[in-house]
């Protein structure tokens, strides 16, 4: 793994602002990537246009043929097909907004991460900014984790976090957190992509996590707080 890229799919539901800093990091080869499709959905999303202009493979599976919009199941039954053609080693979800089941995920031909916008195990689920804003948090941020069948409670693998200002709205919060899951995303990827989470095999392994001991233990947390 270690020479080669890593190939990956990118699950995504909305504006795929994080698939076009990945999508921008394979152009300048700044991460040792290759997007080998990205699924959306929802047809709307602006996603999908990003990665036509980029010219990745895209998948929309948001309407079932007569129409309606497909239950989660048909979603997962049709992506799964996508995956096992395109072959990723990694999946990864940027905003992508449905909870996906045990079932498809344990199916899923590569594992499977999230960009999620808290600081796991803070705040899974929805509105995150703004419950940490009515909570009182000093601190926000966002994680990078492995998906299991819980929904946001997989391994953390990475986090960044800022402090909260007295004057930030959930809105605010939300654009300063983007800005760190620009950063955090592919600073993760780049740990997978480099072998990090290889096995003995050298094949990329989620459910262990293995990392040299003289690391510290995961979460790995950056900071961008004055
Ligand atoms: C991000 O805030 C991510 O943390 C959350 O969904 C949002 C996606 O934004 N899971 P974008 O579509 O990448 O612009």
């Given at each position: ?26 152009k ?6 290759e ?16 990665a036509?202009?980029a ?56 594992p ?64 300063r ?5 620009y ?10 992509a480099?072998g ?31």
């Amino acid at each position: 793994m270690n020479e080669q890229k890593l190939k990956i799919a990118v699950l995504v539901s909305g504006n795929g602002s994080n698939l076009q800093v990945l999508i921008d990091a394979q152009k300048t080869a700044e991460l040792p990537i290759e997007i080998v499709g990205v699924i959306s959905n929802r047809e709307d999303a602006y996603a999908i246009e990003r990665a036509n202009q980029a010219g990745i493979n895209v998948a929309v599976l948001s309407h079932t043929p007569s129409g309606k919009r497909m239950k989660i199941s048909t979603f997962e039954q049709h992506a799964l097909e996508q995956l096992k053609q395109w072959q990723p080693d990694l999946i990864v979800l940027a905003g992508f907004m449905r909870v996906l089941s045990g079932d498809f995920i344990n199916a899923c031909p590569a594992p499977m991460i999230n960009l999620h916008p808290s600081l796991l195990p803070k705040f899974k689920g929805l509105d995150t900014h703004a419950r940490a804003i009515e909570t009182g948090e000093t601190y926000h941020g966002c994680s990078v984790h492995v998906v299991t069948a819980e929904l946001d409670a997989g391994a953390v693998i990475a986090q960044a976090l800022l402090k909260i200002n007295a004057s930030d709205t959930a809105e605010t919060l939300q654009n300063r957190v983007h800005e760190l899951e620009y950063k955090i995303l592919p600073w993760s990827i780049n740990l997978i992509a480099k072998g990090m989470f290889a096995n003995g095999d050298k094949k990329l392994d989620l459910n262990n996590l293995p990392h040299p001991t003289c690391l510290p233990a995961l979460p790995w947390k950056l900071a961008f707080v004055e």
